[in-house]
C-alpha cells in the first residue's frame, strides 16, 4: 500500500514538473518580443526622439498646423539636447530656453504653461535642477531691450 502511494506522489511531481516546463518553454517561444515593457531600455536614440515628440504634442494638445511648425524646433531641440547629455554639460537651460523662445509664439497661454510644468517634472530628478523657463513676457522685453541697446549702437 506504503508503494502505491510513493509512486502516486511521485506520478503527480513527475506530471507538475513536465507541465511546469512545457508551460515556461511555451512562453519563451510565444511570447512578443517587442513588447514594450522588454524594450525599456533598448529604444534607440531616434526611437526615443519621435517618442518625445509625441509626447510634447499630444501633453501640448497642437494643432495640425502648431506640429507643422513645431516638429523641427523639436526636432532642433532634442539633437541639442542628445549632444549636451553626451557632453555632460550644463548647458541644459539654455538649450531649453532657446528652445522655449522659439516654441513660444506659436502656443497659446495654456500650452506655455503645460510647457513649464512639463520642464519642471523632466527636471525634476535632476541635481541641482535648473531654473524653470522665464514666462514669454520676460523673453519678448529681453527681446525689446536687445532692440533698443542695438539700435542705439
Excluded at 506522489?9 to 513536465?18: A, E, G, H
Excluded at 541641482?128 to 523673453?139: L, V, Y
Amino acid at each position: 500500500m506504503k508503494k502505491n502511494i510513493w509512486l502516486l506522489v511521485v506520478f503527480i511531481s513527475v506530471i507538475f514538473v513536465s507541465g511546469a516546463a512545457t508551460g515556461f518553454l511555451t512562453g519563451l517561444l510565444v511570447a512578443d518580443k517587442n513588447h514594450p515593457k522588454r524594450r525599456r531600455f533598448r529604444r534607440s536614440s531616434k526611437e526615443m526622439k519621435a517618442m518625445f515628440q509625441r509626447h510634447i504634442c499630444k501633453k501640448l494638445k497642437l494643432t495640425d498646423e502648431q506640429q507643422k511648425s513645431a516638429l523641427p524646433i523639436i526636432e532642433q531641440w532634442l539633437n541639442e539636447m542628445e549632444k549636451l547629455r553626451q557632453r555632460h554639460a550644463p548647458q541644459y537651460t539654455a538649450a531649453f530656453n532657446n528652445f522655449y523662445s522659439k516654441i513660444s509664439p506659436i502656443l497659446s497661454e495654456n500650452q506655455k504653461n503645460v510647457l513649464v510644468k512639463m520642464h519642471k517634472k523632466f527636471t525634476k530628478h535632476s541635481s541641482p535642477p535648473p531654473p524653470p523657463p522665464p514666462s514669454f513676457d520676460n523673453i519678448e522685453k529681453s527681446k525689446k531691450g536687445t532692440e533698443n541697446e542695438t539700435q542705439k549702437s
